[in-house]
């Protein structure tokens, strides 16, 4: 392989190191109000945060493997300074122009540069994640043969703190309700919300071009929902949602301008993380999306 070539090589890899690290920085540091410019794709990605720091790293590091390589076969010499040189000069290349100078770019231009790498991240991450089911058996299978060593010390649990509770109301130290309320908010820990949600066969889509739009307010009314998801042609392409009354006004707008962004959750989160995720963004609804990023249901708030 020539000299011109493997200059290509380790120019292209460069690259690609530099795109990988920009677009990392550009995904998590969104705001929630950025996020939603960006659209679904950005929250389906960091619904499953731990899946797409998997395929960053793992993309990275090959990478990298091959960027110092190719890099050491242009180090014609036999004096080991020069061979130490030239690897030191690879690694502030890389840190530099990989990682350092992209990532002060994606903050700059964090929503453009989100907006372009969404798509590709949510193919990489589907397409990698029977690695990454490998990988979770393979570090199970480690902490089994760790024991208990593996494991953190254990709290409190739930139950431990729901019996305090009972045993507070038979004092008097609580009322039975607040006692009640209490365990209630305990047990939700250990709910998953696909539990609470909307299953999605029984959710209401108004499709964007609006062929179902007298179907789609009937059931709308007849359900009592305050919204309405808007779909691209399939529920798993979510647009947005739309108020319900919107639809129903005399002199209503077109759909693109009644549209607002939806916010997505994992359908493994626990219920509770999902209602003090709503009500830190002050939202009563969000669509559940499974493992694959589609959707499962929808989780709404009363």
Same mark, same amino acid.
């Given at each position: 392989?020539?000299?011109?070539?493997?200059?290509?090589?380790?120019?292209?890899?460069?690259?690609?190191?530099?795109?990988?690290?920009?677009?990392?920085?550009?995904?998590?540091?969104?705001?929630?109000?950025?996020?939603?410019?960006?659209?679904?794709?950005?929250?389906?990605?960091?619904?499953?945060?731990?899946?797409?720091?998997?395929?960053?790293?793992?993309?990275?590091?090959?990478?990298?493997?091959?960027?110092?390589?190719?890099?050491?076969? %242009?180090?014609? #010499? =036999?004096?080991? &300074?020069?061979?130490?040189?030239?690897? +030191?000069?690879? /690694?502030? @290349?890389?840190?530099?122009?990989?990682?350092?100078?992209?990532?002060?770019?994606?903050?700059?231009?964090?929503?453009?540069?989100?907006?372009?790498?969404?798509?590709?991240?949510?193919?990489?991450?589907?397409?990698?994640?029977?690695?990454?089911?490998?990988?979770?058996?393979?570090?199970?299978?480690?902490?089994?043969?760790?024991?208990?060593?593996?494991?953190?010390?254990?709290?409190?649990?739930?139950?431990?703190?729901?019996?305090?509770?009972?045993?507070?109301?038979?004092?008097?130290? %609580?009322?039975? #309700? =607040?006692?009640? &309320?209490?365990?209630?908010?305990?047990? +939700?820990?250990? /709910?998953? @919300?696909?539990?609470?949600?909307?299953?999605?066969?029984?959710?209401?889509?108004?499709?964007?071009?609006?062929?179902?739009?007298?179907?789609?307010?009937?059931?709308?009314?007849?359900?009592?929902?305050?919204?309405?998801?808007?779909?691209?042609?399939?529920?798993?392409?979510?647009?947005?949602?739309?108020?319900?009354?919107?639809?129903?006004?005399?002199?209503?707008?077109?759909?693109?301008?009644?549209?607002?962004?939806?916010?997505?959750?994992?359908?493994?989160?626990?219920?509770?993380?999902?209602?003090?995720?709503?009500?830190?963004?002050?939202?009563?609804?969000?669509?559940?999306?499974?493992?694959?990023?589609?959707?499962?249901?929808?989780?709404?708030?009363?």
């Amino acid at each position: 392989m020539s000299d011109a070539t493997l200059w290509l090589i380790l120019v292209a890899l460069l690259f690609c190191s530099g795109l990988i690290s920009a677009s990392e920085t550009a995904l998590f540091s969104l705001t929630p109000a950025e996020r939603r410019r960006v659209g679904p794709q950005a929250e389906r990605l960091l619904a499953d945060s731990r899946g797409v720091l998997i395929w960053i790293l793992f993309a990275n590091l090959t990478v990298n493997v091959l960027f110092f390589t190719f890099s050491a076969r %242009l180090a014609h #010499s =036999e004096s080991p &300074f020069v061979e130490a040189a030239w690897g +030191l000069g690879a /690694v502030i @290349v890389l840190v530099a122009f990989g990682e350092t100078i992209p990532k002060i770019i994606a903050l700059r231009v964090r929503v453009a540069m989100a907006r372009r790498s969404a798509g590709v991240l949510l193919a990489a991450v589907r397409f990698l994640r029977p690695l990454r089911v490998c990988l979770e058996w393979l570090l199970e299978i480690l902490y089994r043969a760790l024991g208990p060593a593996a494991h953190p010390e254990a709290g409190v649990t739930n139950e431990a703190l729901a019996q305090a509770l009972e045993r507070s109301a038979e004092k008097g130290l %609580l009322l039975g #309700s =607040e006692a009640e &309320f209490l365990t209630g908010v305990f047990e +939700l820990e250990g /709910v998953r @919300v696909r539990g609470i949600m909307t299953p999605r066969v029984e959710m209401v889509f108004l499709d964007r071009s609006e062929d179902n739009r007298p179907e789609a307010v009937a059931r709308g009314l007849a359900g009592k929902l305050p919204w309405i998801i808007v779909i691209d042609g399939d529920p798993d392409r979510i647009v947005g949602r739309v108020r319900l009354r919107d639809l129903l006004a005399p002199d209503a707008r077109p759909l693109a301008e009644l549209l607002t962004p939806v916010r997505f959750v994992p359908e493994m989160a626990s219920a509770l993380a999902v209602l003090n995720f709503l009500r830190e963004q002050h939202l009563a609804q969000a669509v559940v999306v499974d493992e694959w990023g589609g959707t499962a249901g929808l989780v709404t708030i009363e």
